[in-house]
């Protein structure tokens, strides 16, 4: 309650007593009762005034007295009544913080409830009297709630199972642990409502299936916008420069998908496009699909076959291996034959939440979040698309609210679609239960901008003990602070009781939060605080489902979960061939190899023929050199003869001139040149002679040579005819 309820509430108590007892003293004191032995005692005074009141004719001077008394106890009331209404007026310095009561709480929109009611969320309840007059404190209407809380708080058993058990609508849970399921599955399933439990990777490989691609209108208008819709999220944007192997792959996959959706008994799942673009034969693949849908007169959407065709064409080019290791990449979570058995088919549909009860939990290993978070980010995604498009009410098969309970909201990683949901999804029938350890851990994940409008949407926030520092403070400044009063003594340090005129007491007011940051950390574990705009903070006393009769009533065993039929895709064997085709197979194969036999003898016989021209050819050249070797000798002995001979002459002719000379000096000249000329002709001869030698020496080698090369056209021959397995004889 606030200060000034608090006084009006005093006053009209204590007024009364307050009149009653001046009025009483009044009236004894006017007439003479005072000294009376029966009045003697102060509490008698009021009982003689309510006694005689009533007969004012009894005595004449009982009517004065009457009025003056009844008179100064007005003045009195009035006196009091003023001075309170005159201290409810006064200004707090430094601010009124003050704890939210139960009529703030419900001016605000709360509502104090007996039982917990299925159509609002639950946030705690309120302590009452030594246990008794408890009240449940729901927030109804359209507004979500986030939870902070450290982990091993009590989170689950305090506002997530209480809300998971109470909750009349249709739900989905998400959390990390198995918990939930425990606890809350069987309470779901007592109510009417169908479960499923959608756990790909339980140890036990118990779990419900959900095909991403299963709400998709296989040969209908909007086929192409569905799909889209979902590569985006199976191939996201990355943060790399050049974003054209993310914009590639998204295109060629939904392209592929299209196909597949096309295709007449083609299963469309993720699984299977993953295994259209992975396997070796893709090309070809695709190309027959094509040709085949044109032959049956079913020819695929043209902006798909475009896609395709024109990736196919560059298939040499390194850009188009990087588009197909860019989708085999972004869907190698489908490897495993876990995830692709929980996501072959549907057991439920999201679309059908809001028409019918229905209860979803997703749940999945602590190992296995982060390798998860794709599969998870667009189940959400797909919950919130295909419950958008009409507003709640809109659609006459719109019967059932939807409550989001996202425990351990940080888990699945950075999903924008619910972050955003607070914004916009209130109108389309959904309650958000968002459960973090802090807002620094979204921080993280969302930014701090992402994170604070997430929360700023949100119509309850619930705190509990144990919060970290940041958020305490944060908590602190946000509950107010309030003016306290504050008295300050001086006196002096000796003996001051003695001189009480130099004692002061000053009286000032002080700022003071409502909560600290340390109060906050140190809040008791059975307590909780609510903030909520345009309302005080409110402490509330936390539930525990399972002390408390109206939830332990509520519990039942969890329904039993159908097991996954899992199959390892192997690598295709080719068909067996029968005795019939083996023989055919072997004859072809016999054929096969005497054809090759028969070829090979004829290239041995080609080349043993090319050898024995060789060797001929050799040969010829081999004679035809000898003889011009022979002939160049023989010529040159010629001219060396011929040089000779010549020389002998001009010998000859000097000694007839010598003797010549002798008898006539006149013909000393004529002997000298004729000598020096039968000398040159000498020389000549005997160069000639070398030249000769040089010659046959020539002819000689050229001889040796052209045997050298007959022998090698002989071993040619030979070799040849080896190859050729007959003998040389028959091809000489």
């Not at 959608?198 to 140890?203: G, L, R, S």
């Not at 809109?394 to 699945?412: G, K, M, Q, S």
């Not at 035809?624 to 040159?636: L, M, N, T």
Request: proline share 6%.
């Amino acid at each position: 309650m606030t200060r000034k309820a608090l006084l009006l509430a005093g006053a009209a108590v204590g007024l009364p007593c307050v009149w009653t007892v001046t009025a009483s003293v009044g009236f004894l004191a006017l007439t003479g009762f005072w000294t009376h032995p029966a009045f003697a005692t102060g509490w008698r005074w009021a009982w003689a005034w309510w006694l005689y009141a009533p007969d004012p004719a009894l005595r004449a001077t009982f009517a004065p007295a009457l009025a003056f008394s009844g008179m100064t106890a007005g003045l009195f009331a009035a006196a009091a009544a003023v001075r309170a209404a005159q201290a409810g007026r006064r200004q707090r310095l430094h601010g009124e913080a003050h704890w939210a009561g139960k009529a703030e709480a419900r001016r605000s929109g709360l509502r104090f409830t007996r039982r917990p009611p299925g159509d609002a969320l639950i946030l705690g309840r309120t302590r009452g009297i030594w246990g008794l007059w408890r009240r449940y404190v729901v927030l109804p209407g359209e507004e979500h709630v986030s939870l902070y809380a450290r982990t091993r708080s009590g989170k689950g058993v305090s506002v997530v199972v209480p809300n998971c058990l109470a909750w009349d609508g249709s739900l989905v849970a998400f959390s990390i642990k198995r918990d939930l399921v425990r606890d809350a599955a069987g309470a779901r399933r007592a109510k009417g409502q169908e479960v499923f439990v959608f756990d790909p990777t339980n140890p036990d490989g118990r779990s419900h299936r959900w095909n991403p691609l299963g709400h998709v209108p296989r040969g209908q208008v909007g086929c192409a916008d569905a799909i889209q819709r979902v590569m985006q999220t199976l191939v996201p944007e990355t943060k790399a420069n050049n974003p054209y192997w993310d914009n590639a792959g998204r295109r060629v996959a939904a392209a592929a998908a299209v196909l597949l959706a096309e295709t007449p008994g083609a299963p469309l799942t993720v699984a299977a496009v993953r295994r259209l673009i992975e396997r070796a034969d893709y090309a070809q693949n695709f190309r027959t699909m094509i040709d085949a849908a044109r032959a049956r007169a079913q020819p695929y959407p043209a902006a798909a076959v475009d896609a395709i065709l024109g990736w196919l064409d560059r298939e040499a080019d390194p850009g188009a291996l990087g588009v197909r290791d860019t989708i085999v990449t972004a869907l190698r979570l489908w490897d495993s034959e876990v995830i692709a058995a929980a996501t072959e088919t549907s057991d439920f549909d999201l679309a059908a939440l809001r028409h019918r009860p229905v209860s979803v939990f997703v749940c999945a290993e602590v190992a296995d979040i982060r390798r998860l978070r794709p599969l998870f980010s667009l189940f959400f995604q797909q919950l919130i698309a295909v419950n958008t498009r009409r507003e709640f009410g809109e659609d006459p098969r719109d019967r059932h609210r939807l409550a989001v309970v996202l425990d351990e909201f940080w888990a699945p990683g950075r999903m924008d679609v619910l972050a955003d949901a607070a914004a916009f999804t209130a109108s389309f029938g959904f309650r958000m239960l968002y459960v973090v350890q802090s807002k620094q851990q979204l921080a993280s994940i969302y930014l701090q901008e992402g994170a604070e409008n997430l929360f700023l949407n949100t119509g309850a926030e619930l705190l509990f003990g144990g919060a970290d520092q940041r958020l305490a403070e944060e908590v602190s400044k946000r509950a107010g602070t309030d003016t306290v009063e504050t008295v300050s003594t001086h006196r002096p340090r000796f003996f001051g009781w003695l001189l009480p005129a130099r004692q002061q007491e000053q009286l000032a007011p002080r700022p003071r939060p409502l909560l600290l940051p340390q109060e906050l950390q140190r809040l008791p574990p059975h307590e909780m605080i609510v903030l909520r705009p345009s309302l005080p903070p409110l402490k509330l006393d936390r539930i525990i489902y399972y002390t408390d009769p109206a939830f332990r009533d509520l519990l039942a065993p969890p329904p039993v979960v159908p097991r996954l039929q899992l199959r390892v895709e192997r690598d295709p064997e080719p068909p067996r061939p029968s005795p019939a085709e083996c023989e055919a197979a072997a004859r072809a194969q016999a054929d096969s190899e005497a054809a090759a036999a028969r070829q090979q003898a004829e290239a041995a016989h080609a080349a043993l023929r090319q050898a024995a021209a060789a060797t001929s050819q050799l040969a010829y050249d081999a004679a035809v050199a000898e003889r011009g070797a022979a002939a160049a000798a023989e010529g040159e002995v010629a001219r060396a003869a011929i040089a000779a001979e010549r020389a002998r002459a001009a010998r000859a002719e000097a000694a007839r001139a010598l003797r010549a000379a002798a008898a006539d000096e006149a013909w000393r000249g004529h002997a000298a040149a004729a000598g020096a000329a039968a000398e040159q002709l000498s020389a000549e001869a005997a160069r000639i002679a070398e030249s000769a030698r040089r010659a046959k020496r020539t002819a000689t080698a050229a001889a040796q040579a052209a045997r050298a090369a007959a022998k090698r056209a002989a071993h040619c021959a030979r070799a040849a005819a080896e190859a050729g397995d007959r003998p040389l004889e028959d091809d000489a």
